[in-house]
């Protein structure tokens, strides 16, 4: 299984003060840090995009398919995108309003078999 990574840990990483240089493309992390000298596009293009989401940039660079396999040399992990779920108690099976007005009618049948009869 992939490494997972916050935004958080990942914004730190932005390639400057001498800190490594990862970005965002697609939910992927990449460490970028050696490639800065080697890419086509230059060195400064992935440290505006040091510690983000370069996702937009990438695709409108206009990478050929060989950028794009290119890619997973550089990919470290993936971005935790899992939230904790939150269970929030809901309405539903909280109120019955009718269940206790059912218990308390009269049971109307009991009382007419006294036995007494008119006709
Ligand atoms: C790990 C990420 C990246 C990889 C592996 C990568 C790789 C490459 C490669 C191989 C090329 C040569 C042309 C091609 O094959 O498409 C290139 C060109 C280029 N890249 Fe990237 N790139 C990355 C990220 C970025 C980002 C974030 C930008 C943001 C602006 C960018 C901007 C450019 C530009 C403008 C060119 C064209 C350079 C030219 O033709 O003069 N790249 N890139």
């Avoid at 596009?41 to 050929?64: I, V």
């Amino acid at each position: 299984m992939s490494q997972l990574y916050e935004l958080s840990e990942v914004a730190q990483q932005n390639g400057k003060n001498g800190k490594p240089c990862w970005l965002i493309i697609k939910g992927n992390v990449y460490d970028v840090t050696k490639f800065l000298g080697e890419h086509p596009g230059g060195g400064e293009a992935l440290l505006e995009y040091g510690g983000k989401d370069a996702t937009k940039a990438f695709k409108q660079a206009g990478h050929s398919s060989d950028a794009e396999k290119d890619l997973k040399n550089y990919k470290i992990g993936e971005i935790n995108s899992a939230a904790p779920i939150q269970v929030q108690p809901t309405s539903i099976g909280a109120a019955k309003p009718t269940e206790n007005t059912i218990l308390a009618d009269p049971e109307p049948a009991k009382k007419s078999s006294s036995g007494f009869c008119c006709c």
